[in-house]
């Protein structure tokens, strides 16, 4: 009775050990699945992968920019246009390489990371560069929210006026109104601008960078359709003409401005560092960014050779600031490249204007760590979707910065003319400068050798290109500005 009874204890000791290690193993697998919900800064791990990256990329890169490129060939010719593109691209794939190295510091692989731009200037160089960083990444991301929104609403248009020429002929007077247009973008961003992070824009940024291939193509084949159909209107190697087409005043301004719509055409190095911030941390992220950069950059340059040229083949020295409002038939495929167009462009907003979000968000938090209004989160299930957190200052902040926005592209609608002055303002701080600074500061570069030579011509050169970008595009406004009538732009 005595051995039984000891049998039965064992037994029961037995499935009471195997029991709790049961138990201990599911606490174990619950708590790896939380720990590994984080990476070790304590942030939500990262997920992104070259494909990620390299959709941002193009949905940040090929916007308003690809659209300019045939009045831009215009305005330079053949061989200033084409070198202008190839130096823009070979130049910002440079850059951009140098860039990705500045996500940790002090190392680039095992450093602490910096989650954006001013971060990595702020570690790198500090002082009063951190702050004029700050200013040139802002006005380049406010911009280019602003420079999106004119362009949606003139894709817009565009899809109203091919309507009404197909309808009544291409003889009658057909206009949109652009305000109204900007106003329903606007309506449609405010609720998008919800997105909390950068993180939940991947499928609304591989929507939108589909979206940039369809119009790409469509415009591809439409001018090959034109110029197949007998269309041969005047190119030349110097683009439009003093005396025939332009004054030589003219011809210089222009030229510089479209010097500026070309570098606009490449500005998404102010997002570089955001984007690489959602790449998982193996492979080291710089190399998984420097293939990302390489692999949309060339897309996008390939796409742009081909729109540049093909649009400037189709419509010669008279092309259109935007190359796809020349094309009124086959009016359904016309529409449909716009309304690309305008979906694209709705994802590219969010991607530049999420660092703003971001920004002032964290510093809010900084400043006021207990007030609810700040930080609270409210839960909101919705059914058979998602559950929504709702951040009353999320939602009063992002529509504020959505409405101003909008507000600014109702007062200053001209298309080439603000793509010109802001891709001139920002391109060298922040595509050339600061990474240039940052490289030799990393790698304590000697001063006076032969790469530090290199390096600092590099910089001085883009920047006498941007500033004279920037005077064109001043001087287009300033012309615009002479006939403008406030709230009554019309496409």
Same mark, same amino acid.
């Given at each position: 009775m005595s051995t039984m009874m000891m049998h039965v204890d064992n037994n029961h000791e037995r499935s009471r050990r195997s029991t709790s290690d049961q138990n201990f193993s599911i606490e174990g697998v619950e708590s790896n699945d939380k720990i590994n919900a984080f990476d070790d800064d304590g942030r939500i791990r990262r997920t992104g992968t070259v494909i990620t990256a390299s959709a941002h990329i193009i949905t940040a890169v090929i916007g308003s920019g690809v659209l300019s490129l045939a009045w831009a060939f215009a305005q330079l010719g053949w061989i200033a246009g084409i070198l202008a593109l190839l130096m823009f691209s070979i130049i910002t794939l440079f850059t951009s390489s140098l860039l990705s190295n500045f996500y940790r510091f002090p190392d680039p692989i095992t450093g602490t990371r910096n989650y954006n731009y001013r971060h990595a200037v702020e570690n790198y160089l500090g002082g009063m560069r951190y702050k004029f960083c700050g200013i040139a990444q802002y006005i380049n991301l406010v911009g280019t929210c602003i420079g999106y929104t004119i362009t949606t609403a003139f894709g817009i248009g565009a899809i109203e006026r091919a309507t009404c020429f197909h309808k009544h002929g291409h003889k009658a007077v057909c206009h949109a109104s652009n305000e109204i247009s900007m106003i329903m973008f606007g309506v449609l961003q405010i609720f998008l601008s919800q997105i909390p992070n950068f993180n939940k824009l991947s499928g609304l940024s591989v929507i939108a960078a589909t979206m940039s291939f369809t119009y790409s193509f469509i415009g591809i084949g439409l001018s090959v359709s034109r110029i197949a159909g007998g269309a041969h209107p005047k190119t030349s190697i110097t683009g439009v003409e003093v005396g025939l087409d332009v004054t030589s005043e003219q011809k210089i301004l222009r030229a510089f401005q479209a010097l500026g719509n070309i570098a606009f055409a490449y500005s998404y190095s102010a997002i570089l560092i955001e984007i690489q911030d959602t790449l998982k941390s193996s492979p080291p992220e710089n190399k998984v960014m420097k293939k990302a950069a390489a692999v949309g950059i060339s897309i996008t340059t390939s796409f742009y050779m081909l729109c540049g040229i093909l649009g400037y083949l189709a419509f010669g020295n008279n092309a259109p600031g935007n190359f796809l409002t020349g094309f009124y038939e086959p009016f359904w495929l016309v529409d449909f490249a716009n309304a690309c167009i305008v979906v694209h462009l709705v994802g590219?907003?969010?991607?530049?204007?999420?660092?703003?979000?971001?920004?002032?968000?964290?510093?809010?938090?900084?400043?006021?760590?207990? !007030?609810?209004?700040?930080?609270?989160?409210? +839960?909101?299930?919705?059914?058979? *979707?998602?559950? @929504?957190?709702?951040?009353? %200052?999320?939602?009063?902040?992002?529509?504020?910065?959505?409405?101003? !926005?909008?507000?600014?592209?109702?007062?200053? +609608?001209?298309?080439?003319?603000? *793509?010109?002055? @802001?891709?001139?303002?920002? %391109?060298?701080p922040l595509a050339v400068y600061f990474p240039i600074e940052m490289h030799i500061e990393q790698t304590k570069l000697a001063s006076y050798s032969r790469r530090w030579l290199g390096l600092k011509v590099l910089s001085g050169a883009c920047l006498i290109v941007s500033l004279l970008a920037a005077a064109g595009s001043i001087q287009g406004i300033i012309t615009e500005l002479k006939t403008f009538k406030p709230f009554m732009s019309v496409s």
């Open positions: 590219a907003y969010q991607v530049f204007a999420q660092p703003v979000y971001s920004s002032v968000e964290e510093q809010s938090r900084k400043w006021w760590p207990e !007030t609810a209004f700040v930080v609270k989160e409210y +839960p909101i299930r919705i059914p058979f *979707l998602c559950t @929504f957190n709702l951040n009353f %200052f999320r939602v009063v902040w992002r529509t504020l910065y959505v409405m101003s !926005t909008t507000t600014l592209s109702i007062i200053f +609608p001209f298309f080439n003319d603000i *793509l010109g002055l @802001f891709g001139a303002l920002v %391109f060298w």
